[in-house]
Each structure stands twice: as structure tokens, then as C-alpha cells.
């Protein structure tokens, strides 16, 4: 029969969706497992390891795989996790922050340059584009959590330096040192967040010269086993990533 198969296309679709849900728990079982390693086991005493294991009940990722991660780490397992930071830029002269955690430093800076230079970006000295951005905590609450209004307040009561509400929910920002301070404060007035941890929030934004080459090098930066996070100073919203990365 001439044409595609509406099956596959949908099975395309899932095995993608899979891939990258799979994708997730591992980066966020790797954050559990560091964040253990640096301090003590128990997330009571560990601000740092308390958030990432919030982070991964929030993505539903099961008790079983976050009680590995940190057995991992007291297992001494967790030894040559190095956590690294490259810069770049994407076509068009977009600023890229990428952030590796990783247990080969060689094969992760080989792995970084070459996707870059695959789709026509450039990789940069340490501090090449990093001056361009703040390092902030950042908080996430659904829409269901509250109204602007209540949860601006608790956000002012917790000592957030800015909240910004729209249809999708309430990013909250901290300075960095008060993250795990503000998420506590937060938690007790609103309930857990759908995430927390520390972004890079470019100080000013331009629109992407070239959306569709951008898209594509974070997609294929994100694809990367190594790859934690990538961050952009490019005006380019998630609705236009999904289009253009469909």
C-alpha cells in the first residue's frame, strides 16, 4: 500500500517520547546520585539532594531508581562524575551555555565540539558568553498552585527576587545562595514545585537569527548522554521549538 503508515508514525512519536523520558530520569538520577556524593545521604540534612529528589518526584520517576542513585553514591560509584560547563554559539551568533555531568571529560569535550561544529555552531573559550548570563535559582509552580496574587505574596514572604506568571504557570527566581531556603519556604506555603534548581538566565534576549539551526544544535546538544542542560540568550519560545523541531 502506497503512502505511510499512520501506526508507525504514532509509534515514532511514543519511541521518541520513551527515548526522551528515559532521557530524563537518567540526568535527573545522575543530580541525585552528585548531589549525595558531595554531602550526606540523607535528604534531611542535604538541601542539595532534598531538591533533586523533588525534581525527579515531580517528573514521576520511581522510588526504586532515586533509592539507586543514592546508594550509588555512598557505593563510591559516583567517584568520577565531573561536573563542566562549555560555551558557544549557535548560526546566526546565538549565545549557548551547555552544562555536562559526566565520567570522561575527553569524550564529553570531543562529543560537545563535534555537535557543534556538525550543525554549523562554534565552540568558545571558558567565559566567552557566560558574562551575558546571571546563575539564579529558579522555582516552578503549575497554574494550579495558585493565583499571581497568592503566589506572588508567598514568593515576597519566601524572599524571591522575582516571580513571573502566565498560562503555563509561576517561575520564581532566587539568588543562587538562597534557592534551598526560598523552595522550603515555598513548599510550606504551596505545596512541592514542579522543579527546582539553578538556571542561567541570559541578561538581555534577542530573536534567534536562524530558529531552525538553533533548534536543531540543542536538539542534538540535548540528545547527548553527557548533556544536562543547555541554556540561550536566543528569544525563541517552546511553542516554535516544537514546530521546528517536529
Not at 513571573?164 to 515555598?186: K, P, R
Amino acid at each position: 500500500m502506497a503512502g505511510h503508515s499512520k501506526f508507525k508514525n504514532i509509534q515514532f512519536r511514543k519511541d521518541r517520547q520513551d527515548k526522551l523520558r528515559s532521557k530524563v530520569f537518567s540526568k535527573l538520577s545522575r543530580d541525585i546520585t552528585l548531589a549525595a556524593k558531595q554531602g550526606l545521604p540523607d535528604p534531611a540534612a542535604n538541601a542539595r539532594l532534598r531538591l533533586a529528589i523533588a525534581n525527579a518526584k515531580a517528573e514521576s520517576v520511581p522510588k526504586d531508581n532515586i533509592d539507586r542513585a543514592i546508594k550509588k553514591a555512598q557505593g563510591g560509584d559516583a567517584d568520577t562524575y565531573e561536573e563542566i560547563r562549555y560555551e558557544g554559539f549557535a548560526p546566526g551568533g546565538a549565545a549557548l551555555i551547555v552544562e555536562v555531568l559526566t565520567d570522561n571529560r575527553n569524550r564529553a569535550a570531543a562529543n560537545v565540539r563535534t555537535i557543534f561544529g556538525k550543525n554549523g555552531g562554534a565552540m568558545g573559550e571558558g567565559g566567552s558568553v557566560a558574562f551575558m548570563f546571571d546563575r539564579v535559582g529558579r522555582i516552578f509552580y503549575p497554574v494550579a498552585a495558585g493565583s499571581e496574587e497568592v503566589v506572588l505574596e508567598a514568593a515576597i514572604e519566601a524572599g524571591a527576587r522575582d516571580v513571573e506568571s502566565d498560562g503555563e504557570g509561576h517561575e520564581i527566581l532566587t539568588d543562587f545562595e538562597e534557592l534551598a531556603a526560598v523552595a522550603e519556604a515555598l513548599e510550606a506555603a504551596l505545596g512541592p514545585a514542579k522543579s527546582t534548581g539553578v538556571i542561567w538566565k541570559a541578561r538581555d534576549t534577542a530573536p534567534a537569527a536562524d530558529p531552525a539551526a538553533l533548534v536543531r544544535l540543542i536538539d542534538a546538544l540535548e540528545d547527548e548522554d553527557d548533556v544536562q542542560n543547555v541554556w540561550t540568550n536566543a528569544d525563541i519560545d517552546e511553542d516554535q521549538m516544537a514546530s521546528l523541531s517536529t
